[in-house]
């Protein structure tokens, strides 16, 4: 099989290093009609944008995303936030779109414009979010990064968080990645390997409304460009691999203004109850299949609750939330929503977290 990573990129630094003159590329990024994965093409600028409404609005084709018909295939891309490219650097730029249809409605997922509105009736009470991204390293052809290619690693135990080789796989993307995210200015605050081999995570935040989602998704396409330099594949599957292998979420973590302040145990308390009285509702919202995808994560194994039921406990990773230790001993903080696929929209997430706390 052809594997991509077999060009060299020595040769094409040599293209890279050629001045561009005062013309900027600007890399327009947007969520396609599987409400996963993720499209982008380059436009040229006449020079450095300063602010969004330099960015011009731009079209693509609608039906080759799963988002149009072919014989009316016109979608179109509005920019709602700029960030540097560590891809091309200088004063390129990456640009995280919304996707509108040719009526100038929204397009099915598009969830950005809807939680905009959520997070704004809500921003006096200051929502924060972090998002614990967790993901899988996969050969061309399909087999987890690292593994026999004719049977399996030792059991899980020595991976989490582990050091060596023959425990840890894929550390060099995962570090070109972190200072990818920190040359863009996302707020990425630490990686860690994960439980399975050639599983790790990232985290997101805390982040204050639309931005969680605008980060993720943004540190989400740094995170397929820099694997795709190394010939890798990356799948948020939330159960990459079938038996005794843990599955890969997306835990959210929750707070408002009141919840971190003294006292504010009784608001986190609140806000626990009213999750219990909508948890069909979130599961629904917490993968892109309305919870299809999550049924084979959320067994009630391998450190997940069951989907279907809700549960709640101190310091327990089997529960639907978690409060950490430290929260309960000082008596204010945040909560930590277990639920959420890897492969969720942030923008659902945070939106019914907001909508229903």
């Avoid at 005062?22 to 040229?44: C, F, M, N």
């Avoid at 059991?155 to 840890?168: D, F, I, K, L, N």
């Avoid at 109850?273 to 979130?282: A, G, I, P, T, V």
């Avoid at 194994?301 to 939330?321: C, K, P, Q, W, Y």
Wanted: proline share 6%.
């Amino acid at each position: 099989m052809q594997n991509n990573a077999q060009t060299s990129k020595a040769v094409l630094d040599r293209y890279m290093s050629l001045p561009q003159g005062t013309r900027v590329q600007a890399t327009y990024i947007w969520i396609d009609g599987t409400g996963q994965g993720l499209r982008s093409k380059t436009k040229t600028l006449e020079g450095k944008p300063g602010k969004l409404e330099d960015l011009p609005i731009w079209n693509y084709d609608g039906s080759s995303c799963h988002q149009a018909e072919g014989s009316n295939s016109d979608t179109y891309l509005h920019p709602v936030k700029m960030y540097p490219c560590p891809f091309r650097r200088g004063d390129n730029v990456l640009v995280l779109c919304e996707a509108y249809k040719y009526n100038k409605e929204p397009t099915k997922t598009n969830k950005r414009k809807d939680c905009l509105a959520v997070m704004e009736k809500a921003k006096e009470h200051k929502p924060w979010f972090g998002i614990e991204q967790e993901y899988t390293f996969l050969d061309q052809d399909g087999h987890p990064f690292g593994w026999p290619k004719n049977g399996f690693p030792g059991p899980q135990g020595p991976y989490y968080c582990a050091v060596g080789a023959s425990r840890v796989y894929g550390r060099d993307i995962v570090e070109a990645h972190y200072r990818c995210c920190l040359y863009a200015g996302i707020k990425i605050s630490g990686t860690n390997a994960e439980v399975m081999p050639a599983q790790w995570e990232f985290q997101v935040g805390p982040t204050e409304g639309i931005d969680m989602g605008d980060d993720l998704w943004v540190a989400r396409y740094i995170m397929e460009r820099v694997a795709e330099d190394f010939g890798v594949v990356v799948t948020l599957d939330p159960k990459p691999m079938v038996g005794d292998w843990n599955g890969a979420g997306a835990h959210c973590n929750f707070s408002t203004k009141a919840m971190r302040e003294e006292g504010g145990m009784k608001h986190i308390e609140a806000a626990i109850e009213k999750l219990s009285k909508h948890h069909d509702r979130h599961i629904k919202a917490y993968d892109p299949n309305e919870g299809k995808d999550n049924e084979r994560r959320l067994t009630g194994a391998h450190e997940t609750s069951s989907i279907l039921d809700f549960s709640s406990g101190v310091a327990n990773r089997g529960a639907s939330i978690r409060i950490p230790r430290e929260v309960s001993a000082q008596g204010y903080g945040y909560l930590e929503d277990r639920r959420p696929s890897s492969n969720c929209d942030p923008y659902s997430v945070t939106m019914v977290i907001v909508k229903t706390t």
